[in-house]
């Protein structure tokens, strides 16, 4: 019985470092907010870094802090994970702790820990993805104003040999 006790705390602790391997890792942001004080448990290096605080200085804040020029959006994001379990947004953005703003894919789901219900949060830095967008944007308002000038000059020539095949005094 001792023996797999042990072996079962072994496991358990295995179990438990591979988890904290991978929540330190992972390329994404991640927040662990309590849902009762609205307050953010822990965050991973990942987070610190995409929202350049320091290391610990999120913890304890409110997870708003990071959305305040965005509370309708925040709180829609909060409504929906409420009653639905989980919730994925691409049009919320975050307060980095110099002040700039991130464009942010987020991703939120509810669950327990510890009998605490908690909000688990993953974070995207989505800046390439609006830059994209933007020049995409910018390249096909280029493209449709060029079309539309080589059309224009097109319809003008066609308009002129049309008028000249009329004109029966033209060889």
């Known amino acids: 019985l001792k023996k797999d006790h042990e072996a079962s705390e072994a496991e358990l602790r295995s179990v438990t470092n591979r988890l904290e391997l991978i929540f330190e890792n992972v390329n994404d942001g991640i927040l662990l907010i309590d ?3 609205d307050r ?3 965050a991973n290096r990942a987070a610190h870094e995409r929202l350049r605080y320091d290391r610990g200085e999120l913890e ?3 997870p708003l802090d990071l959305h305040p020029h965005e509370p309708e959006l925040f709180e829609d994001l909060t409504g929906a994970l409420r009653t639905d379990g989980g919730v994925v947004s691409e049009q919320l953005s975050c307060r980095r702790g110099d002040g700039t703003t991130m464009p942010a894919a987020v991703s939120a789901s509810r669950t327990r820990v510890n009998d605490r219900e908690v909000m688990l949060v993953t974070i995207r830095d989505n800046s390439f993805r609006e830059q994209y967008r933007t020049q995409l ?4 308002r280029v493209l449709r104003h060029n079309l539309r000038n080589d059309m224009n000059v097109l319809r003008g020539y066609f308009e002129v040999i049309c008028d000249r095949i009329e004109d029966t005094t033209v060889e």
């Not at 944007?137 to 096909?140: I, N």
């Open 60 to 62: 304890g804040m409110s």
């Open 40 to 42: 953010i448990l822990e």
């Open 137 to 140: 944007d910018l390249f096909t």
């Open 35 to 37: 849902l009762d004080d």
